[in-house]
């Protein structure tokens, strides 16, 4: 049978054909994830102690919080980068522990399925300061940084969660500029509901606060010294971002973030974005729960070795198309 078009006939077609079939593969596969990660059985629950080969429970973020901090570390093929970053990071930590009895933690490593020898790196911090302050989450197959913090995030133990790249990019002490300002937030909205309550009943865990380390202050400089498609990206990003989430962050993508864990409890079990954009769905869920978010300027390294490429652009796009057609349809239904 011959059809009998045109060579202009069949490109106006394709111009026709193309942006239609591109919406509807970005709508099935917002369909396909539609339901919220409250329903998904979240692996592992237990983890093995490599000292003692014993089982150790790994309570869900819904359990009460056992630590006052929890680091959540997504280490995807680290092995170079993380011993630095996790030896600087445990020193804090060891050091404010011995100032401050009251203060406890625990580092969470997600292995997002490398294939190289992070996963035997991070075993030995676990094996060398013990499961209870260090643990591994082993992932098995990669699976993105953001759905590696989610997991993370769900299996952490504190009052306050940190998730903080393993490259050590910022300084780890910059944590107590978020931590601070969680508390002043968190202690003005409870006095601001109860003007009579006593600041002893106040606990921070229960309060619903996002603090987003940013590096918007280097913004210039960073300009000036970036790989080019680095600096398309980030002005790119803006854009798309303001368009997706709307306004309020100006860098959604700074990988040093605090919550309260009932602030995290409400986020990770419904975020749905597996990869690099799953920061831009972190704000659209702040403000859809008035969760109130704080931008805190942090210092950055740009350390060698970054895994963001001129590929990961059409995967961020991809995220955010997904995301806006998942919201925007009410397929994506959000639970409290
Ligand atoms: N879980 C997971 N983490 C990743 C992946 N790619 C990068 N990361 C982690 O994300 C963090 C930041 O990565 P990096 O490549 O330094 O990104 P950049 O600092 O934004 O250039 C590090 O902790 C990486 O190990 C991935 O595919 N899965
Ligand atoms: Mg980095």
């Not at 111009?15 to 596969?29: E, K, T």
């Not at 998904?40 to 150790?56: A, C, E, G, H, I």
């Not at 998730?163 to 300084?171: I, N, S, Y």
Request: proline residues 5%; contains cysteine.
């Amino acid at each position: 049978m011959e059809i009998g078009l045109t060579i202009p006939e069949v490109v106006v077609a394709l111009i026709l054909l193309l942006p239609s079939l591109v919406l509807f593969v970005i709508l099935f596969q917002s369909y396909d994830r539609r339901h919220t990660n409250n329903n998904r059985v979240d692996s592992p629950v237990v983890l093995q102690d490599p000292n003692s080969l014993k089982q150790v429970p790994c309570p869900h973020i819904r359990d009460p919080p056992e630590k006052y901090l929890s680091l959540v570390i997504p280490a995807f093929n680290e092995e170079h980068r993380l011993p630095g970053a996790l030896d600087e990071t445990i020193n804090y930590l060891q050091q404010r522990a011995a100032k401050d009895k009251s203060f406890t933690y625990e580092v969470v490593i997600v292995d997002d399925g490398s294939t190289d020898a992070t996963k035997r790196v991070a075993y030995d911090f676990v094996k060398k300061f013990t499961v209870d302050k260090v643990r591994v989450i082993p992932l098995g197959k990669n699976q993105g940084k953001g759905e590696a913090i989610r997991i993370g995030m769900l299996h952490s133990r504190g009052e306050l969660l940190l998730m903080l790249d393993a490259d050590g990019a910022t300084k780890v002490n910059d944590l107590e500029k978020l931590e601070h300002e969680i508390h002043a937030v968190g202690r003005k909205e409870f006095h601001s509901g109860d003007s009579v309550a006593s600041d002893s009943s106040f606990r921070v865990s229960d309060t619903l606060i996002a603090a987003f380390g940013s590096r918007a202050h280097l913004e210039e400089k960073a300009l000036a010294s970036r790989k080019w498609y680095r600096n398309f990206l980030m002005k790119g990003f803006h854009l798309v971002v303001l368009l997706a989430a709307g306004p309020g962050i100006r860098d959604t993508q700074c990988g040093f973030k605090m919550f309260t864990r009932s602030a995290a409890r409400k986020l990770f079990t419904n975020i749905r974005l597996k990869r690099w954009c799953f920061d831009v769905e972190l704000v659209f869920l702040c403000k859809r729960f008035g969760i109130p978010m704080a931008e805190i300027s942090v210092n950055w390294t740009e350390i060698p070795g970054s895994k963001v490429n001129p590929l990961s652009i059409p995967n961020m796009l991809w995220e955010l198309a997904l995301m806006s057609a998942g919201y925007r349809t009410g397929m994506w239904k959000i639970s409290s």
